[in-house]
């Protein structure tokens, strides 16, 4: 099975020549343990290029890099290449047009995420980045009708560029040392707590890139909290893995539900 990822944008930021989306690596590699990736030949896109290099994820930002992702989306999807395409953009940038405009089954992290927390639990908390992150999202969730399980989502302080800098500077294993690197951690763990404990949650979504970074950290810090049942959800490998089951199960997004002029069994009403 070959799968391509398209990033939400390419920068001078996310992306170097020598190690492409370099945040991804250490969230594959932890996917590579679990067998996750058994099976499945994975290609990275570079994503299309903007010029923001701002540290704001907002809705501004999210109308900007939209047209990118969409021009990748149909391009990859008319390859005949690949069997399914993941994005990993937690804002969801061209998620109604992206299924609508692919030819090929396509899973968005968010959506997938979402679907996974409502399938093994009853309410789910979202951790992200940003406070305009977590709008963007709590709307998102509304719009795919998960909203009534979604008790929360919680921003970290601090830009996913200021996160993606201590992650781009210091190796995994002497990452924990730097005190900033630390209250990043303790933020999140904070965060997910407060919505274990206020909000009465059974999952918990880490969302941002930067974030699933520090899956098995965050994981290990609830398990010493006694937090061990509750479950942790990547929003990357979960589109992956809802990628696999829509190829295995010969399924594509429904042309009905995501219609463009040339449907052909148009429904009577809306």
């Known amino acids: 099975m070959r799968i391509v990822d398209i990033p939400p944008y390419r920068s001078v930021k996310n992306f170097t020549q020598g190690k492409g989306h370099f945040l991804l690596n250490e969230i594959l590699d932890n996917m590579r343990s679990r067998g996750q990736l058994e099976g499945v030949e994975l290609d990275i896109d570079e994503g299309a290029f903007t010029e923001h290099t701002g540290v704001n994820r907002d809705e501004e930002v999210l109308a900007g890099i939209t047209v990118g992702v969409l021009a990748r989306i149909r391009e990859l999807s008319a390859l005949d290449k690949y069997d399914a395409i993941v994005t990993h953009g937690t804002i969801e940038p061209g998620f109604f047009a992206g299924r609508m405009i692919s030819q090929i089954p396509i899973a968005f992290s ?161």
């Open 110 to 270: 968010l959506h997938s995420a979402v679907h996974m927390a409502s399938l093994i639990g009853d309410r789910f908390a979202i951790i992200e980045q940003a406070d305009p992150m977590a709008q963007i999202v709590r709307h998102h969730v509304q719009l795919y009708g998960l909203g009534h399980k979604l008790a929360s989502v919680r921003a970290i302080s601090g830009s996913s560029t200021y996160t993606m800098g201590f992650i781009l500077k210091h190796r995994k294993e002497e990452r924990m040392k730097i005190p900033e690197v630390r209250g990043i951690l303790n933020d999140i763990v904070a965060q997910c707590v407060a919505a274990i404990e206020k909000e009465r949650v059974d999952s918990i979504i880490l969302g941002c890139i930067p974030i699933q970074v520090f899956e098995n950290e965050i994981r290990q810090a609830l398990n010493d909290a006694g937090y061990g049942e509750i479950q942790l959800i990547c929003e990357f490998p979960a589109a992956l893995e809802m990628a696999k089951a829509m190829v295995n199960m010969k399924l594509i997004q429904s042309p009905r539900a995501y219609p463009g002029d040339e449907l052909k069994a148009k429904p009577e009403f809306r």
